[in-house]
């Protein structure tokens, strides 16, 4: 089986500041892991990804994220937060649980970014 | 096209309407993804598609929902006798190959399906 927790449904930070999103996951298999960003009434959108080269994975608009196994943890970072940031984040987990490389998404995170 | 097609992208619907939603995936991906995303939650798997083969449906609600893709490209997600719980965005999804976990899924920006 395989899971995502993630640990705040909201946060909020101030423009220009930096950007924590927590993330905890179990799986059975060595896992892929994922951050999607959902803008309102859009898609989702690929973050980054880990498949278990460098811990230490760099996406798009200055996010990334450090797989620390010990931790069972994948969380999002981001050093200074834009006010384009606000929007749903989700935590996701991919395993050969069933057939095909399902996504098992975390509730999300919804990010607010004051001016 | 560039990317995952979904439509309609709005649609409402009297309770025990039925509905169908559309979902033309990336040229060539030989994956394709059914998820519902319910108001304020993420999204949850619904049934998934290798070519034309329909391999995993565990994620379907009710025999209420249906989906089938016969020619292994454009796929249908059928709502028959539609309830208000219902009401969710249906994201579409697809991705290249069907193997390794690390394979890139691409989604369409979803159906959002009200019923009244």
């Known amino acids: 089986a395989q899971s995502v927790t993630q640990l705040d449904s909201h946060v909020s930070v101030s423009e220009g500041t930096p950007v924590l999103l927590r993330c905890n996951y179990s799986s059975s298999y060595s896992p892929s892991l994922f951050w999607y960003v959902q803008h309102p009434n859009k898609g989702l959108q690929l973050l980054l990804k880990?498949?278990?080269?460098?811990?230490l994975v760099k996406g798009i608009n200055g996010f990334e994220a450090e797989f620390k196994k010990s931790e069972t943890s994948f969380h999002l970072t981001k050093p200074s937060a834009h006010m384009s940031d606000a929007a749903e984040y989700f935590c996701?987990?991919?395993?050969?649980?069933?057939?095909?490389?399902?996504?098992?998404f975390g509730g999300g995170t919804r990010l607010m970014v004051k001016p | 096209g560039a990317g995952v097609s979904q439509s309609p992208r709005y649609k409402v619907a009297k309770r025990g309407q039925d509905v169908a939603l559309r979902c033309d995936p990336i040229?060539?991906?030989?994956?394709l993804f059914w998820y519902q995303q319910a108001l304020g939650q993420g999204p949850e798997f619904l049934t998934y598609?290798?070519?034309?083969?329909?391999?995993?449906k565990s994620g379907l609600p009710s025999d209420r929902f249906f989906a089938e893709r016969p020619e292994g490209s454009v796929s249908t997600l059928k709502i028959q006798r539609t309830q208000k719980e219902d009401s969710a965005v249906y994201l579409c999804?697809?991705?290249?190959?069907?193997?390794?976990?690390?394979?890139?899924?691409?989604f369409g920006e979803g159906s959002w399906l009200t019923v009244v």
């Open positions: 880990y498949t278990s080269a460098a811990t």
């Open positions: 999804a697809s991705s290249f190959s069907t193997g390794g976990t690390g394979n890139t899924i691409y």
């Open positions: 996701v987990v991919s395993g050969l649980v069933r057939a095909g490389n399902m996504l098992t």
């Open positions: 598609f290798q070519n034309e083969a329909q391999l995993d």
């Open positions: 040229s060539g991906h030989v994956s």
